[in-house]
């Protein structure tokens, strides 16, 4: 493949072949503009140059790549359903990549912070780039139970990184802040499996056990080389603002910010998904827990990021409407995110596409979360 730089290509320009970042992480298709706002996102990220078989034109020409087309997620003609399976594919990607730091922090191989941060800064872009649709695919990352760990370090590391977006983190930070995420659990990896797996009552001796996995995570990543800001996130994920967490009981001044907005992530994921110990239960119930903040437990800014970045009915989640119609919600609604925009079963547009539309007070409601055995119906 041919490189080029990215701040020399011409806005609004078309390649006659897909452009990628690497070997595998595309960029624009043939069909796709290389706008001005895509370079200069890829300038923020610090990527200097793309590659690329083709090379860019005034005007779309038809580009050859027809046979790379189910595999590019950012083409604007791509059908909803092929984006969800994009989005698929990404988090079986990430969860495979966490399952292999994992592994190597297991078998005590070297991990390199620069590399790990290199990784994530492409994740982020894809996280950055289709978020809507890896919200609507998190809840089937949980299918394998001995997998949990895993699922909720990749499902964690999702909502935290679109917390940060929310929160208009510079770049350098994003990184970090993902890097944080996909180690924040690294010191349960240094526990028996059996008592984090365990489906029965943890013994007292267990669950001091338990306690010391956020110690023994930031010791690791402290011999690893990593900064005290990705450190310490692993110390503090279980610390809580009114001091009631664990394992130094600190109070929200001297929580890190990586920290904080870890904690909210953490705590959505394990509300609403599968835990060895009891069931799932809808996202909907996990926002509306945080948002209770019983305690004033959580960083209100971090809360209100992922309200404002799921809506208090999360993207994703299955719906009974006012119609009487199912759905489910695909898209936050930014001015209020009590009335997020719903994909409804069995209503078509002209276009022969799923109907969607904004609920609103008067209008379209939602009624209620749907149950497994609802969606399933």
């Given at each position: 493949?041919?490189?080029y730089?990215?701040?020399?290509i011409?806005?609004?320009?078309?390649?006659?072949?897909?452009?990628?970042l690497?070997a595998?992480?595309l960029?624009?298709?043939?069909?796709?503009?290389?706008?001005?706002?895509?370079?200069q996102?890829?300038?923020d990220?610090?990527?200097?140059?793309?590659?690329?078989?083709?090379e860019p034109?005034?005007s779309?020409?038809?580009?050859?790549?027809?046979?790379?087309?189910?595999?590019?997620?950012?083409?604007?003609?791509?059908?909803?359903?092929?984006?969800?399976?994009?989005a698929?594919?990404?988090c079986q990607?990430?969860?495979?990549?966490?399952?292999?730091?994992?592994?190597?922090v297991?078998?005590?191989?070297?991990?390199?912070?620069?590399?790990?941060?290199?990784?994530?800064?492409v994740?982020?872009?894809r996280?950055?780039?289709?978020?809507?649709?890896?919200?609507?695919?998190?809840?089937?990352?949980?299918n394998?139970?001995?997998?949990?760990?895993?699922?909720?370090?990749?499902?964690?590391?999702?909502?935290?990184?679109?917390?940060?977006?929310?929160?208009?983190?510079?770049?350098?930070?994003?990184?970090?802040?993902?890097v944080a995420?996909?180690?924040?659990?690294?010191g349960?990896?240094?526990?028996p499996?059996?008592?984090?797996?365990?489906s029965?009552?943890?013994?007292?001796?267990?669950?001091?056990?338990?306690y010391?996995?956020?110690?023994?995570?930031?010791?690791?990543?402290?011999?690893?080389?990593?900064?005290?800001?990705?450190?310490?996130?692993a110390?503090?994920?279980?610390?809580?603002?009114?001091?009631?967490?664990?394992?130094?009981?600190?109070?929200?001044?001297?929580?890190?910010l990586y920290?904080?907005?870890?904690?909210?992530?953490c705590?959505?994921d394990?509300?609403?998904s599968y835990?060895?110990?009891?069931?799932?239960?809808d996202?909907?119930?996990?926002?509306?827990?945080?948002l209770?903040?019983?305690?004033?437990?959580y960083?209100?800014?971090?809360?209100?990021?992922?309200?404002?970045?799921l809506?208090?009915?999360?993207?994703?989640?299955?719906?009974?409407?006012?119609?009487?119609?199912?759905?489910?919600?695909?898209?936050?609604?930014?001015?209020?995110?009590?009335f997020?925009?719903?994909?409804?079963?069995?209503?078509?547009?002209p276009?022969?596409?799923?109907r969607?539309?904004?609920?609103?007070?008067?209008?379209?409601?939602?009624?209620?979360?749907?149950?497994?055995?609802?969606?399933?119906?």
């Amino acid at each position: 493949m041919k490189s080029y730089t990215v701040r020399d290509i011409p806005p609004n320009y078309f390649f006659t072949e897909p452009v990628y970042l690497d070997a595998n992480f595309l960029v624009a298709a043939p069909e796709m503009p290389f706008t001005a706002e895509l370079i200069q996102t890829l300038s923020d990220w610090d990527f200097r140059e793309v590659l690329s078989d083709g090379e860019p034109r005034d005007s779309y020409s038809g580009g050859t790549g027809g046979g790379s087309v189910v595999n590019l997620a950012r083409a604007a003609a791509l059908a909803d359903a092929e984006k969800i399976k994009w989005a698929e594919q990404f988090c079986q990607e990430l969860k495979a990549y966490i399952n292999e730091l994992f592994s190597a922090v297991f078998m005590g191989e070297p991990v390199s912070f620069n590399r790990v941060a290199e990784q994530a800064k492409v994740f982020l872009g894809r996280i950055r780039e289709d978020q809507r649709y890896l919200l609507r695919v998190l809840k089937n990352m949980e299918n394998v139970k001995e997998d949990y760990l895993i699922a909720h370090t990749a499902k964690s590391t999702i909502i935290a990184v679109i917390i940060g977006l929310y929160l208009k983190l510079p770049p350098h930070r994003l990184i970090e802040l993902g890097v944080a995420a996909l180690f924040h659990e690294i010191g349960m990896i240094k526990l028996p499996a059996k008592i984090y797996l365990n489906s029965r009552t943890l013994s007292p001796e267990e669950r001091t056990m338990i306690y010391k996995h956020p110690a023994l995570g930031y010791n690791t990543l402290k011999e690893y080389g990593f900064p005290l800001a990705v450190s310490l996130a692993a110390l503090e994920h279980h610390e809580r603002e009114n001091g009631a967490g664990y394992p130094r009981r600190l109070t929200s001044d001297k929580i890190s910010l990586y920290s904080k907005i870890i904690a909210v992530a953490c705590s959505y994921d394990a509300i609403s998904s599968y835990r060895p110990h009891r069931e799932a239960r809808d996202e909907y119930t996990g926002i509306v827990e945080l948002l209770k903040n019983e305690g004033k437990q959580y960083d209100d800014a971090a809360i209100r990021a992922l309200v404002y970045s799921l809506s208090i009915y999360p993207i994703g989640l299955y719906v009974l409407l006012s119609s009487g119609k199912k759905g489910q919600v695909v898209d936050v609604n930014p001015e209020n995110p009590r009335f997020p925009i719903v994909q409804i079963f069995g209503e078509l547009n002209p276009d022969g596409k799923t109907r969607t539309q904004e609920t609103s007070l008067d209008g379209l409601r939602i009624l209620r979360p749907l149950t497994r055995e609802e969606i399933g119906d």
